[in-house]
C-alpha cells in the first residue's frame, strides 16, 4: 500500500477508534481498548519500525488530539518526530532524562484525576464530553529494558501503566529481553504483538 492509501484507510477509522494502530492492510485495534501494547522481538525482527508505524498513523490520524513522548536510547530511530509539534518533550536518550519525562507524565495523570474527581467524571472520556477535550498522551519507549540502568525510571513507568489509561495516558514498549523485565511492568501490558523470538519458550512466556 503506497501513503496515500494508508491514510485513506486511517481516516475511514476516524469515526471508529480513538487511538487506532495498524496492524496490516485494512486490520486496525484501538489503543484505547487494549490500554498498552508491547512489541517484542530478536534484534532487526522490527520492532523500531513497528513502534514508528504506530506513533507515525496516531500523528496522521490524531493530529492535535494527541501529544507524544519518545524514549530512544538508540539515538537515530525517532528524528523524524523531533520537530512535530504533538511532542510533549524532547526525544529522550538516557534513561535519566526519560524517567524525569516520565515524572512530568505523572505529574499530568495526577492532575487529570483531580479534573475528573471535580467534574464528577469516571474517566477521559467522559471528562472530554462533558468539560475539556483533553489530548490522549502516547509514550513510546523503544527497547524499555534500558530504563532499568536509571534508578526509579521502572517505579514512574509503573504508575503510568497501572492507571495512566482512566486519564487517557498509553504506554506503546518494545524489547528484545521481554522475560527480564520486572514482573509488576510486564503484566501491565495487556496486549502484545510477537516478532521473531529467539526460542520457542521465549515466545510461549511472552504470549
Same mark, same amino acid.
Given at each position: 500500500?503506497?501513503?496515500?492509501?494508508?491514510?485513506?484507510?486511517?481516516?475511514?477509522?476516524?469515526?471508529?477508534?480513538?487511538?487506532?494502530?495498524? $496492524?496490516?492492510?485494512?486490520?486496525?485495534?484501538? #489503543? %484505547?481498548?487494549?490500554?498498552? &501494547?508491547? +512489541?517484542?522481538?530478536? !534484534?532487526?525482527?522490527?520492532?523500531?519500525?513497528? &513502534?514508528?508505524?504506530?506513533?507515525?498513523? #496516531?500523528?496522521?490520524? %490524531?493530529?492535535?488530539?494527541?501529544?507524544?513522548?519518545?524514549?530512544?536510547?538508540? %539515538?537515530? *530511530?525517532?528524528?523524524?518526530?523531533?520537530?512535530?509539534?504533538?511532542? $510533549?518533550?524532547?526525544?529522550?536518550?538516557? !534513561? @535519566?532524562?526519560?524517567?524525569?519525562? #516520565?515524572?512530568?507524565?505523572?505529574?499530568?495523570?495526577? %492532575?487529570?484525576? @483531580? $479534573?475528573?474527581?471535580?467534574?464528577?467524571?469516571?474517566?477521559?472520556?467522559?471528562?472530554?464530553?462533558?468539560?475539556?477535550? &483533553?489530548?490522549?498522551?502516547?509514550?513510546?519507549?523503544?527497547? +524499555?529494558?534500558? #530504563?532499568?540502568?536509571? *534508578?526509579?525510571? /521502572?517505579?514512574?513507568? /509503573?504508575?503510568? $501503566?497501572?492507571?495512566?489509561?482512566?486519564?487517557?495516558?498509553?504506554?506503546? !514498549?518494545? @524489547?528484545?529481553?521481554? +522475560?527480564?523485565?520486572?514482573?509488576?511492568?510486564?503484566?501491565?501490558?495487556?496486549?502484545?504483538?510477537?516478532?521473531?523470538?529467539?526460542?520457542?519458550?521465549? @515466545?510461549?512466556?511472552?504470549?
Amino acid at each position: 500500500m503506497n501513503k496515500e492509501e494508508i491514510r485513506d484507510l486511517l481516516r475511514q477509522k476516524e469515526g471508529k477508534m480513538d487511538l487506532p494502530i495498524p $496492524l496490516q492492510e485494512g486490520k486496525f485495534i484501538d #489503543l %484505547r481498548d487494549c490500554g498498552h &501494547l508491547f +512489541v517484542s522481538g530478536i !534484534a532487526n525482527s522490527g520492532k523500531s519500525n513497528a &513502534l514508528r508505524c504506530f506513533l507515525a498513523s #496516531l500523528l496522521v490520524n %490524531r493530529a492535535g488530539d494527541v501529544k507524544l513522548f519518545i524514549y530512544d536510547p538508540k %539515538r537515530i *530511530e525517532y528524528s523524524p518526530f523531533a520537530a512535530r509539534e504533538e511532542m $510533549l518533550f524532547p526525544v529522550a536518550w538516557e !534513561a @535519566s532524562e526519560a524517567k524525569e519525562c #516520565l515524572l512530568k507524565v505523572k505529574d499530568e495523570m495526577e %492532575r487529570r484525576f @483531580s $479534573l475528573m474527581v471535580g467534574s464528577d467524571c469516571c474517566d477521559i472520556d467522559e471528562y472530554r464530553e462533558k468539560a475539556e477535550k &483533553l489530548p490522549y498522551i502516547v509514550i513510546g519507549i523503544d527497547e +524499555v529494558a534500558a #530504563l532499568g540502568e536509571e *534508578e526509579g525510571a /521502572f517505579d514512574a513507568l /509503573f504508575l503510568l $501503566l497501572a492507571k495512566g489509561r482512566a486519564a487517557g495516558i498509553h504506554v506503546i !514498549a518494545t @524489547s528484545s529481553r521481554f +522475560v527480564t523485565l520486572p514482573k509488576r511492568i510486564a503484566d501491565n501490558f495487556s496486549a502484545r504483538i510477537a516478532l521473531t523470538q529467539s526460542s520457542y519458550e521465549d @515466545s510461549k512466556r511472552f504470549i
